[in-house]
């Protein structure tokens, strides 16, 4: 399945989903896990392609969590 399909289907579950969804938590697991593991392709059980809470320095703003690409694709 190509990219475009991934993120075709993965939106088709947000939209059925989407008002179900109440908290970050269950924000992360339904749509933000599979997006990073079934549309980008990592494996967001594996520490050395994905740091969960990861804080990184921005600058005046203080620090922003997010995704780290230990595999150098971006």
């Known amino acids: 399945m190509e990219i475009r399909e991934r993120l ?10 989407g008002d179900s969804i109440e908290t970050e938590e269950a924000t992360k697991n339904a749509f933000v896990m599979p997006f990073i593991s079934l549309v980008l392709g990592y494996d967001v059980f594996n520490p050395q392609e994905v740091i969960p809470e990861f804080t990184a320095d921005v600058g005046t703003k203080g620090t922003a969590p997010g995704l780290v690409d230990t595999r150098g694709l971006c």
């Open 8 to 17: 075709s289907s993965l939106a088709a579950k947000i939209e059925a989903q």
